[in-house]
């Protein structure tokens, strides 16, 4: 154990996992106790109670005798710095777990040197452990004096987490016979195990070679403050990825421009290097427009801004994810909103798959695919630990729900907003749209009107259909209403049904379009997702889309009230009406904005008409 | 392709320091009217030299709020000034002693008594008023034991309330700050520093303390464990010692009625680093006189609201 100087001492972040009553929080007592770590206090209260004491830091935990929460203890020795997640055994508490491991680099698993041993619980953890991305594993077999200190425990454990191990693919995996009551193998050998040849714990833990910040992976540099001063504008950030060097081409994403570093700057002065998980302020050659929530990426090796993503969950939400449901996902510097869109497969606490992949409950994991409102510049988690990390929080209760590993990212949203049965092919018929079109002096566009509940939407909507029609237009009314008469008469009113609902009248709209016709949908379609998927489709398809705002204050639609939603909604007897209770996202750039306080609906009518290219 | 042996190692107080950085910049970036907390103790001192990395050459993003007992110590409060006088940004000042002649709260008498737990409501009085809805503060984890469970991103509801089985899980570097109006968070960049960390880091910066941080004569006598001044704000109980001159220092400051000196003779940083190297006593068991009330007091004070 050779002292090393202050400026090579390095930090080693340990995650504790193991089965409740294995002794982990005494364990960490015992290394804080004996490493001289643990002050005077500290102390007497070990030798007024029990070691886990000194871990164990709320009243409910020293009443019941269990850990919680997570802890963090700290101690150093003449070799490194060391932070100490103490997180709980029990199953109902995983949560803790995932987060004492999303930041270490090593898993201590705790794991009682007697029957049963190694537990389900224990092998969840280095599951956990090994899913957020840990590869090294030290086992601490404890209580061997209650083995009286025979070999013949640790040995069937150690076979067993060698096999794990290998199943695992874990780099490393150290197995040490220790008594955290007697202090056995924990700060130094014990002559009471001549058969253990191996160092210490403490040893073992100063030894570990410190997961890599990822180095070796190109530069990712998330922008997470724009420093000013005067004329002086500085991208400040933490690096994520790679190294920050002056002279250095870089892209700007999601938008793909192209600059150099000029220069970096610290508070200590210019300096020419910043490697992660360090942090600098960087100030470009060329004045482009960047932004917290950007990330500056070598120009090779350049990720795709990312709009759909497959990853993995650990689900910490007391409320299921279910298909559909939208989540706010919190990336690097960004917050976006996001869809479950699918759910692939779920497993269960002890890693068996659930026949019934249908919803995401408590402590299982799951596969999904999430569909972004904005793109986010990701890496796949097992290539880079922070740039493939996100959670998730809920929209409405502001809990982080779940834990994210990217796995995949696609720059477009995937081809199911076409929902192709596989086996069908789509038939092409005789005509082309040019030809149909020109017999029919016709030609098609969809006029899509989104906005509040009784914002005016059907009455501008039945006004341009009329003018239309009057004028020999084909035109035809999609409404809200009517379309849950029948097309979607089978959905409801939450977010997956809503953006259901929106998809099937984008697809009708885009045949009637396609036919020649103007169609005007007047849909309330609160969400910019979905209204976008409309517009993707048209677009693909070649055919004109012009998304109208139909912009009234929340207080004019309540005060108008024709169909008495308000009302319902203030008396309790409607939920979920957008504007109220469920929110409402307009158009951040819509062709056509019609203000109804201002506007009377003759000249919005004749506004839609004129950009129709319908005159008289 | 860079030659990564010519960059220096990345060091455990450098790890430190770049992950408090990142919590001022998050802290500052989503929330709508941050607030550092400014005691003029060596923690805030380390937070205001994070605060200038993190932000300049531009101005803190937030103001900086001292909350007041009354009971400081002189020196402390004009090297408070000067600092901030110094660095050019905003500080504001909430007084318990206004919370008292407003009613809001009751000066304790008698024994225990003091206004360190009336902190509190000053506290959350100021967050109101100047609607702040994240607080940050220099609280470690290693001083005490339940705060050993706090985030970083500690979540308050609108009461100012912390309730420790419903904590927020913090995964990663990623924080979640939605919050709902009237609720707040406290943000507390330095979860991951030990005190033999901060004093390492004021070694490393060259940062200036008060002088009571450093040896020097006081009148003091004793009150159990603890070693207090002599001061018209301490009311003597039976059992305290006479009055005596000792050469004394404190670890850290606050309300002097309450804040406990140690015999000490450490006149520089390095003295103070070779002091706590070998301390025998944890910081705020032999200088926080309040918290020895249970070993709960702390938990008890910081679900009512203290920092």
């Known amino acids: 154990m050779s002292a090393v100087p202050p400026h090579e001492q390095d930090l080693l972040r340990v995650a504790v996992g193991g089965s409740v009553d294995h002794g982990k929080s005494s364990l960490i007592g015992r290394l804080l106790l004996d490493a001289e770590a643990l002050k005077g206090d500290q102390l007497d209260e070990v030798k007024r109670g029990e070691l886990s004491h000194v871990t164990d830091g709320l009243r409910a935990e020293r009443e019941q005798g269990i850990t919680i929460d997570v802890a963090y203890r700290y101690f150093s020795t003449p070799r490194r710095g060391f932070v100490i997640a103490d997180t709980p055994g029990h199953t109902r508490y995983t949560r803790n777990m995932v987060t004492g491991a999303s930041t270490a680099d090593l898993l201590l698993l705790v794991v009682d040197a007697r029957p049963p041993g190694l537990t389900e619980q224990s092998l969840r953890h280095v599951q956990l452990a090994h899913l957020l991305g840990i590869d090294h594993l030290v086992v601490a077999v404890n209580k061997i004096e209650l083995v009286d200190y025979e070999p013949e425990a640790v040995t069937a454990i150690q076979h067993e987490i060698a096999a794990t191990a290998r199943r695992l693919g874990l780099t490393q995996a150290t197995v040490v016979p220790v008594s955290a009551l007697e202090g056995d193998n924990v700060v130094t050998r014990s002559t009471r195990t001549p058969w253990y040849q191996g160092p210490p714990l403490l040893q073992v833990l100063e030894d570990a070679v410190p997961r890599s910040a990822a180095e070796y992976s190109p530069l990712r540099f998330p922008v997470q403050w724009i420093v000013r001063d005067g004329a002086y504008r500085g991208?400040?950030?933490?690096?994520?990825?790679?190294?920050?060097?002056?002279?250095?081409?870089?892209?700007?994403?999601?938008?793909?421009?192209?600059?150099?570093?000029?220069?970096?700057?610290?508070?200590?002065?210019?300096?020419?290097?910043?490697?992660?998980?360090?942090?600098?302020?960087?100030?470009?050659?060329?004045?482009?427009?960047?932004?917290?929530?950007?990330?500056?990426?070598?120009?090779?090796?350049?990720?795709?801004?990312?709009?759909?993503?497959?990853?993995?969950?650990?689900?910490?939400?007391?409320?299921?994810?279910?298909?559909?449901?939208?989540?706010?996902?919190?990336?690097?510097?960004?917050?976006?909103?996001?869809?479950?869109?699918?759910?692939?497969?779920?497993?269960?606490?002890?890693?068996?798959?659930?026949?019934?992949?249908?919803?995401?409950?408590?402590?299982?994991?799951?596969?999904?695919?999430?569909?972004?409102?904005?793109?986010?510049?990701?890496?796949?988690?097992?290539?880079?630990?922070?740039?493939?990390?996100?959670?998730?929080?809920?929209?409405?209760?502001?809990?982080?729900?779940?834990?994210?590993?990217?796995?995949?990212?696609?720059?477009?949203?995937?081809?199911?907003?076409?929902?192709?049965?596989?086996?069908?092919?789509?038939?092409?018929?005789?005509?082309?749209?040019?030809?149909?079109?020109?017999?029919?002096?016709?030609?098609?566009?969809?006029?899509?009107?989104?906005?509040?509940?009784?914002?005016?939407?059907?009455?501008?909507?039945?006004?341009?259909?009329?003018?239309?029609?009057?004028?020999?237009?084909?035109?035809?009314?999609?409404?809200?209403?009517?379309?849950?008469?029948?097309?979607?008469?089978?959905?409801?009113?939450?977010?997956?049904?809503?953006?259901?609902?929106?998809?099937?009248?984008?697809?009708?709209?885009?045949?009637?379009?396609?036919?020649?016709?103007?169609?005007?949908?007047?849909?309330?379609?609160?969400?910019?997702?979905?209204?976008?998927?409309?517009?993707?489709?048209?677009?693909?398809?070649?055919?004109?889309?012009?998304?109208?705002?139909?912009?009234?204050?929340?207080?004019?639609?309540?005060?108008?009230?024709?169909?008495?939603?308000?009302?319902?909604?203030?008396?309790?007897?409607?939920?979920?009406?957008?504007?109220?209770?469920?929110?409402?996202?307009?158009?951040?750039?819509?062709?056509?904005?019609?203000?109804?306080?201002?506007?009377?609906?003759t000249d919005a009518v004749e506004r839609l008409m004129a950009l129709l290219g319908v005159v008289g | 392709m860079t030659d990564a042996a010519r960059i220096p190692a990345i060091t455990w107080l450098s790890q430190l320091e770049a992950e408090a950085i990142h919590v001022l910049r998050e802290v500052a970036a989503e929330f709508e009217r941050p607030v550092l907390l400014f005691s003029a103790g060596k923690d805030s001192i380390v937070l205001l030299r994070l605060a200038q990395k993190a932000f300049r050459p531009g101005r803190f993003p937030f103001p900086l709020l001292h909350v007041d007992t009354g009971h400081n110590f002189d020196e402390v409060i004009a090297f408070r000034d000067r600092v901030v006088g110094e660095l050019g940004e905003e500080l504001i000042v909430a007084k318990v002693q206004d919370s008292i002649d407003a009613g809001r709260v009751v000066e304790e008498r008698g024994d225990g008594g003091s206004r360190n737990r009336l902190q509190s409501i000053t506290l959350l009085d100021a967050l109101a008023e100047h609607g702040f809805d994240a607080a940050i503060g220099g609280a470690r984890r290693d001083e005490e034991r339940s705060r050993a469970k706090e985030r970083v991103l500690s979540f308050r509801d609108e009461y100012g309330q912390w309730d420790p089985r419903a904590q927020r899980p913090e995964l990663w570097s990623l924080y979640n700050t939605v919050v709902r109006r009237g609720e707040n968070v406290r943000a507390f960049p330095l979860s991951n520093w030990t005190e033999l960390d901060v004093w390492r880091y004021i070694q490393a910066e060259g940062l200036v303390l008060p002088s009571i941080y450093f040896t020097h004569e006081r009148r003091v006598f004793d009150r159990g464990r603890h070693v207090l001044a002599d001061s018209p704000h301490i009311v003597r109980e039976p059992g305290d010692s006479v009055v005596r001159t000792d050469h004394v220092r404190y670890r850290t400051v606050g309300d002097l009625t309450v804040t406990g000196a140690i015999l000490s003779r450490a006149e520089t940083v390095a003295d103070v680093i070779d002091e706590l190297e070998r301390a025998q006593w944890t910081e705020r068991a032999r200088t926080r006189a309040d918290d020895n009330f249970s070993s709960a007091a702390l938990e008890d004070r910081k679900r009512e609201g203290y920092f």
């Open chain 1, 235 to 601: 991208l400040a950030g933490q690096v994520s990825g790679g190294y920050l060097n002056t002279g250095d081409e870089v892209t700007v994403l999601p938008s793909g421009e192209r600059s150099r570093i000029a220069r970096i700057d610290s508070f200590d002065g210019p300096v020419d290097h910043v490697r992660g998980p360090l942090s600098g302020t960087v100030i470009l050659e060329d004045n482009l427009d960047v932004a917290r929530g950007d990330v500056l990426v070598s120009t090779d090796g350049a990720p795709q801004p990312a709009r759909e993503v497959d990853a993995t969950l650990v689900w910490l939400g007391s409320e299921s994810l279910t298909p559909g449901r939208r989540y706010l996902l919190k990336h690097l510097t960004r917050r976006v909103r996001a869809t479950a869109a699918s759910l692939r497969s779920v497993y269960d606490v002890y890693d068996d798959e659930k026949g019934d992949a249908s919803e995401l409950a408590l402590n299982e994991v799951g596969e999904v695919t999430l569909r972004l409102a904005t793109p986010i510049v990701a890496d796949p988690y097992a290539r880079n630990r922070t740039t493939g990390a996100f959670i998730l929080i809920d929209e409405l209760s502001h809990d982080t729900v779940a834990a994210g590993l990217v796995r995949e990212t696609r720059a477009q949203i995937g081809s199911d907003e076409e929902q192709k049965s596989p086996d069908v092919v789509w038939h092409p018929g005789k005509l082309d749209r040019t030809e149909r079109w020109q017999h029919l002096h016709a030609k098609g566009a969809t006029v899509w009107l989104t906005g509040l509940p009784a914002s005016g939407k059907s009455t501008i909507s039945t006004a341009l259909e009329q003018a239309l029609v009057h004028r020999g237009r084909l035109a035809y009314l999609l409404d809200g209403d009517n379309v849950r008469h029948g097309l979607s008469g089978d959905l409801g009113f939450d977010a997956a049904s809503r953006a259901e609902n929106v998809r099937r009248v984008a697809h009708v709209a885009r045949f009637f379009a396609d036919a020649g016709g103007i169609a005007v949908v007047a849909l309330v379609s609160p969400f910019a997702q979905d209204r976008d998927l409309a517009r993707r489709l048209h677009e693909k398809a070649g055919l004109p889309f012009i998304e109208v705002f139909v912009d009234t204050p929340l207080e004019e639609c309540a005060r108008r009230d024709p169909k008495g939603l308000y009302a319902r909604a203030k008396a309790g007897r409607l939920s979920g009406l957008t504007g109220e209770q469920n929110p409402y996202e307009p158009p951040p750039a819509p062709e056509v904005t019609i203000k109804t306080l201002e506007e009377p609906v």
